[in-house]
């Protein structure tokens, strides 16, 4: 189920998306970059809505993943 994040605290959506910059571990190249820079990457397709809040309740789990990786059926 597709979450909308304009309806988590910002606190809240500020955990879960530096939960998932740390869990994800991607690798920026040559340049590092900052928790901060990473979140704010995310925090940007948010808002753009490249990438989606997903709830899984099969897993009970909440995680970001592309839009165009998201099927309702498969979460």
Do not use: C
């Amino acid at each position: 189920m597709m979450i909308p994040w304009k309806e988590l605290a910002p606190e809240t959506l500020d955990s879960v998306i530096e939960g998932f910059v740390l869990r994800e571990g991607t690798d920026y190249g040559e340049q590092e970059r900052t928790l901060e820079q990473k979140v704010e990457d995310v925090r940007r397709q948010l808002k753009s809505g490249d990438v989606v809040l997903v709830w899984s309740e099969l897993h009970e789990t909440l995680n970001i993943m592309p839009r165009g990786q998201f099927r309702a059926g498969d979460v």
